[in-house]
């Protein structure tokens, strides 16, 4: 099993550019998360979802979308990519209800 | 919404003393409280968890006490050792699924050999 895999690992934007970030699970898990990382903020819910076709906001969606078509694929987009958005995104997914959250290897993202 | 804040944020130690991270919550309504640790350049990974109807729980080296009238719990590391060096980050969620977890800011441990 390959847990959660995100792609790309590494992406530098210029400030206005768009792009996505791919959320793979195969543990057939039913939640999926976005979170981004920066230093001395820990961990912040961008969006979730509770299962295929799902979505919903966390605590900083502002400037972010995500889509849910697949069970195992959880998509975040940034339409118009600002310097803000500088950070390391990952995904997680997990069981609904055991607790522990599967994470991704992250993706870091550098917008100019 | 709720807010974790976590103390300290960084903390160095001699290799076999112990370590204390505390983190405090302000919503009296979350009941699940985990820890993560993540090790340099790589992904979080949950260590240990506790939820609200119990106080305290060990894994070996590592123990975690919750105190939900002061709405603050601990993560306590004996005997650390160098592999211990990484960022820990506690959290809380209303509910024992895990979603909506929010994360203290982290805990920067090194433990020197």
């Known amino acids: 099993n390959a847990?959660?895999?995100?792609?790309?690992?590494?992406?530098?934007?210029?400030?206005?550019?768009?792009?996505?970030?791919?959320?793979?699970?195969?543990?057939?898990?039913?939640?999926?998360?976005?979170?981004?990382?920066?230093?001395?903020?820990?961990?912040r819910l961008i969006h979730y979802s509770v299962g295929e076709g799902t979505t919903a906001k966390g605590e900083v969606p502002d400037g972010y979308n995500v889509s849910r078509l697949k069970k195992q694929n959880f998509l975040l987009g940034l339409e118009s990519a600002a310097p803000s958005q500088t950070s390391v995104y990952f995904c997680a997914s997990s069981y609904p209800?055991?607790?522990e959250l599967f994470f991704g290897e992250g993706s870091r993202l550098t917008v100019l | 919404g709720e807010n974790v804040e976590q103390h300290p944020s960084t903390l160095s130690v001699q290799e076999g003393d112990s370590a204390v991270i505390k983190c405090t919550y302000s919503d009296s309504a979350s009941n699940y409280f985990p820890w993560y640790k993540q090790e340099l350049g790589k992904r979080p990974q949950l260590i240990i968890d506790i939820r609200s109807n119990v106080g305290e729980k060990k894994d070996q080296r590592i123990a975690v006490t919750l105190n939900k009238t002061a709405k603050h719990f601990s993560l306590h590391i004996t005997e650390t050792q160098p592999e211990d060096s990484a960022v820990y980050f506690c959290a809380a969620s209303h509910n024992n699924a895990g979603n909506m977890l929010t994360f203290g800011g982290?805990?920067?441990l090194m433990v020197k050999p």
């Not at chain 1, 768009?18 to 998360?33: F, G, I, K, R, V």
Request: net charge positive; proline share 4%; hydrophobic share 30%.
């Open chain 1, 3 to 43: 847990g959660v895999t995100q792609t790309p690992k590494f992406r530098v934007l210029k400030t206005g550019q768009s792009m996505t970030l791919l959320c793979a699970q195969d543990m057939n898990h039913e939640y999926m998360y976005w979170y981004r990382q920066d230093p001395g903020m820990g961990l």
């Open chain 2, 106 to 108: 982290g805990t920067r």
């Open chain 1, 97 to 99: 209800n055991t607790g």
